[in-house]
């Protein structure tokens, strides 16, 4: 009873936090509540969803993924067209203080300490970056509810699958990789560059633990597959839409070009895109060519490899402040960088990356398990390096980064007892 009341506790100052900062950032934006030009085109598909409508947003039908979309649009079937937004921040600010929980769960799962867990969750509940983020009208904060359970799920299924001596007793593992593979499709719907997270994570534990294959190969698989049915509506209506398989989304193109072109500063800024529409538009009405969205995105690709491929020492110097922009110590936007923000970022930041960092190194002997902690980590790198950086997509990254921390952290107290 006392140990549920601990977490009751932990979950409430998390939800306070996230209700405080929920309250301050509505005050902040004033006349335009949702700050973000991403916030809108979730706001604008909920809205559509909730009213049966087809899923399209500036005539772009293939624009977002329709996982953040969809747990708004219940919200405007019960309070209408003109819900605050407040309400919205309400239910990602539930969902914040929800992931501090499953923070907790797998620590647990993996380290059986509940000071660890407790530590870890602690960190989850108050770092800055975390509070932020699970307030503003993004896809953030599911995303991030739906990585850690995956990871979870993931762990106790491998376990499972481990310890099983025949095929007949993979009952458990199965059921364990089937949620794994139930989160990870949620987490894609969230945000679609988590696409090859799976494959990613299963080529990394290959290489540092070849001999435990069969565990590796059958979970990764089971998790596909279960991942692949949960999106194939979604490939469907895609191709049924633009005639074409789109994985994910239309925005591949215009984020890539985003990330490497002549005009890329390593931040976001898509006012090329209307150069690309006018162009392209010369040759289909926008409003009435079906492959238009497709094309575009096709031809920003193609430009930002080839843009790529001419200018490979800007394209690395590029990729290098990336890196920067993604790990820095303190937010890189101007408008968020008063003394105040930048002390409270460094302070609650660098001390998890450091342990983080250690305890990262000190389990490369720890299996694949633990492993599934950092390797997030190296994933998003890999990504933001290409495309787009901030320290808005590090935050998936440093969750986990800060359960390795709370355990280096718990290590450190027990060396130090007599």
Not at 43 to 57: F, K, M, Q, S
Not at 201 to 216: E, T
Not at 315 to 320: E, P, Q, R
Request: hydrophobic content about 50%; charged content about 15%.
């Amino acid at each position: 009873m006392k140990q549920k009341r601990i977490w009751f506790l932990l979950f409430l100052v998390a939800f306070l936090l996230r209700l405080a900062m929920a309250g301050y950032w509505q005050l902040r934006c004033g006349d335009t509540p949702l700050y973000f030009g991403d916030s809108d085109t979730y706001w604008e598909l909920g809205r559509t969803i909730a009213r049966g409508e087809p899923y399209v947003y500036d005539h772009k039908a293939i624009h977002r993924m329709p996982g953040y979309p969809v747990l708004l649009a219940p919200m405007f079937l019960i309070f209408g067209d003109a819900m605050p937004v407040f309400f919205a921040r309400i239910q990602n600010a539930l969902i914040g203080a929800l992931t501090v929980l499953a923070v907790a769960w797998l620590t647990r799962l993996l380290f059986h300490d509940r000071r660890i867990s407790l530590i870890a969750a602690g960190i989850t509940a108050i770092d800055p970056l975390n509070v932020v983020l699970s307030v503003l009208v993004l896809s953030e904060a599911p995303f991030c509810l739906a990585m850690v359970l995956q990871i979870g799920f993931w762990i106790k299924g491998f376990q499972a699958w481990e310890k099983s001596a025949s095929p007949g007793k993979l009952g458990k593992a199965g059921g364990m990789l089937v949620l794994s593979g139930l989160f990870t499709a949620a987490a894609i719907y969230c945000r679609p560059s988590w696409l090859y997270f799976v494959p990613f994570a299963m080529m990394a534990g290959l290489i540092l633990s070849p001999w435990r294959f069969r565990a590796l190969l059958g979970s990764a698989a089971v998790i596909a597959a279960v991942c692949s049915l949960c999106l194939s509506p979604w490939w469907i209506r895609n191709y049924q839409v633009s005639g074409h398989f789109v994985s994910t989304t239309l925005q591949t193109g215009p984020s890539l070009y985003d990330g490497l072109s002549p005009t890329a500063t390593g931040g976001s800024d898509m006012k090329f895109v209307e150069d690309f529409l006018n162009a392209e538009s010369t040759l289909a009405p926008k409003d009435s060519d079906r492959t238009l969205e497709y094309r575009l995105n096709q031809k920003m690709r193609e430009a930002a490899i080839r843009w790529a491929k001419a200018h490979p020492k800007l394209a690395f110097k590029l990729a290098c402040k990336k890196f920067v922009r993604l790990w820095n110590v303190w937010p890189n936007e101007p408008s968020f960088s008063s003394l105040p923000v930048k002390a409270a970022v460094f302070c609650a930041y660098f001390p998890v990356l450091v342990f983080g960092v250690i305890g990262a190194v000190l389990t490369l002997r720890k299996g694949f398990e633990v492993w599934l902690l950092w390797i997030p980590a190296f994933y998003i790198t890999g990504l933001h390096v290409i495309f787009v950086s901030s320290i808005r997509y590090r935050a998936p990254a440093m969750i986990c980064l800060a359960i390795l921390a709370a355990w280096v952290l718990v290590g450190i107290f027990k060396r130090r007892q007599p």
